[in-house]
C-alpha cells in the first residue's frame, strides 16, 4: 500500500476502518454525476467517512473532503461557461491544452490549500508516466495533485511534480477502490463511465484519442469494481460529451435517481 496513504491514515486516526467510503471514477462532464450521488447519500445520513477520486472524480472527492456540499459543487460548476473557462490551447508538443485556468478556479473554491487540511480524508490519484504505475496522493498541495489526476494524455499536458510526470489516473485505474479499500468497512463506487456503443468515427485526432481513453478505462476499472460492496453507475450519463459543461444539471439528477436505488437495497440489507 502507498506509503502516503498510511500516513494520512495515522494523521486521521484511522486505524481503525471507517463506516463508509467512496471511489469517485473519471469522465469529464460525465462526473457531474458524482455531485447527485452525495445528495443521494447525505439524503440518507450516509456521509463517507473517507475518499477516492481519479480525474473528475478527483475533483469530487477532493472538494467534498474540503468541506463543500454537494450544492456548493453545483454553484462552484454554474459559474463555467464554457470548456475554454477551464483550459487554453498550448502549443501541440506535449498536448493540445493547458489546465491552468482550471487549476486557478479550484484554488478559489477551496478553503483549505493541502490534502492535509481536508475533514475528512482523501486520496488523489494520478498515473506516474516514468514508472508506469498509479499513485494515491494525500499529503501536499491540492492543485497540482488534482489537474494531474486529470490530465488526459495527450489532450492535457502532463503535470510534474517532485521530479516525475504524472497524468489521469485512469490511464491505470479509473475507479480507485483500490486506493481505500483496506481501510473502510462499506466501499461504494461511483462510476461514471458506462460504454457509449453507439460511437460512430469521426476522423478528427482529439475524437480519436477521446475513443481511445474512455475504452482503456472501461476496461481497466473492471478489476475496481469488484473491490466495492455497491456501485453506482447511470447509465443515462452515457451521451455526455467529455467536455459539455451543460450537462451539469441533468448528469446530476442522473446520479441521485441511481444513488437512491443503491442505498434502497444497502438499508435493505443492514435492517
Known amino acids: 500500500m502507498n506509503s502516503y496513504i498510511e500516513d494520512l491514515l495515522e494523521k486521521f486516526g484511522l486505524r481503525t476502518k471507517a463506516k463508509l467510503g467512496m471511489a469517485f471514477a473519471g469522465g469529464g462532464a460525465k462526473g457531474f454525476s458524482h455531485i447527485g450521488v452525495l445528495q443521494a447519500f447525505e439524503r440518507f445520513d450516509l456521509s463517507p467517512q ?17 468541506g463543500l456540499t454537494p450544492y456548493d459543487m453545483i454553484d462552484c460548476f454554474a459559474e463555467a461557461n464554457s470548456f475554454n473557462d477551464f483550459s487554453q490551447l498550448s502549443v501541440p508538443k506535449e498536448s493540445f491544452f493547458r489546465l491552468n485556468r482550471f487549476g486557478k478556479l479550484l484554488e478559489s473554491w477551496l478553503p483549505v490549500k493541502n490534502l492535509e487540511e481536508t475533514k475528512i480524508p482523501v486520496v ?32 492535457f499536458k502532463p503535470v510534474k511534480i517532485n ?15 483500490w486506493a481505500i479499500r483496506d481501510y473502510c468497512k462499506v466501499l461504494v ?6 460504454l457509449d456503443r453507439s460511437y460512430s468515427y469521426k476522423q478528427n485526432i482529439l475524437n480519436v484519442a477521446m475513443r481511445t481513453y474512455t475504452l482503456m478505462s472501461k476496461a481497466n476499472a473492471l478489476q475496481d ?10 447509465l443515462k450519463v452515457v451521451n455526455t460529451k467529455t467536455f459539455d459543461l451543460s450537462a451539469l444539471r441533468k ?7 441511481v444513488a437512491c436505488k443503491v442505498i434502497e437495497v444497502i438499508l435493505r440489507k443492514n435492517k
Not at 477516492?52 to 477532493?62: K, N, T
Not at 463506487?189 to 458506462?194: A, D, F, I, W
Not at 448528469?251 to 435517481?257: E, I, K, M, W
Request: charged share 10%.
Open 124 to 155: 488523489i490519484c494520478a498515473t506516474n508516466l516514468e514508472k508506469g504505475t498509479s499513485v494515491g496522493w494525500c499529503k501536499g498541495e491540492i492543485v497540482p495533485r488534482v489537474i494531474a489526476s486529470c490530465s488526459i494524455p495527450i489532450i
Open 189 to 194: 463506487g461511483s462510476n461514471c463511465s458506462p
Open 50 to 66: 473517507i475518499v477516492s477520486g481519479v480525474s473528475a472524480g478527483s475533483i469530487a472527492a477532493v472538494l467534498y473532503a474540503a
Open 225 to 234: 469494481i469488484k473491490m466495492c460492496d455497491y456501485v453506482v453507475s447511470p
Open 251 to 257: 448528469n446530476v439528477q442522473y446520479g441521485y435517481d
Open 163 to 177: 521530479g516525475y510526470h504524472y497524468v489521469d489516473g485512469g490511464v491505470l485505474r479509473n475507479l480507485p477502490a
